[in-house]
């Protein structure tokens, strides 16, 4: 097992924090555990595992986006305020 105190006391420095003693025993104490835990992971043999870039195996469920005509006229007969080839709203900024 390594020791941590300098690597939690550089964390803490470029975090600008201050800790104390206690904390930073702890703190080491916790990462140690942490590389414990870790240790069994990183022995796994995972060369002929494919990576996992999704949870699913679901490709592009959405439909293609095609341009489609459209009913403009009818567009702007239903919009609030149109004039001059623009649709006109409320100011939002004054």
């Known amino acids: 097992m390594k020791d941590y105190g300098s690597a939690v006391a550089n964390a803490a ?9 206690e ?3 702890q ?15 990183l022995a796994v043999d995972t060369g002929q595992t494919e990576p996992l ?15 489609a005509a459209g009913d403009r006229e009818k567009l702007q007969q239903e919009a609030a305020s149109f004039s001059e080839g623009f649709y006109r709203i ?3 900024i004054e």
Do not use: C, G, M
């Not at 420095?13 to 003693?21: M, Q, Y």
């Open 53 to 67: 870039l999704h949870s699913h195996r679901a490709v592009n469920v959405l439909r293609e986006d095609e341009p």
């Open 90 to 92: 409320p100011a939002i």
């Open 27 to 41: 703190l080491t104490k916790e990462l140690a555990l942490f590389e414990q835990w870790l240790e069994p992971l």
């Open 23 to 25: 904390e930073q025993e």
């Open 13 to 21: 420095r470029a975090a600008k924090i201050e800790l104390k003693p």
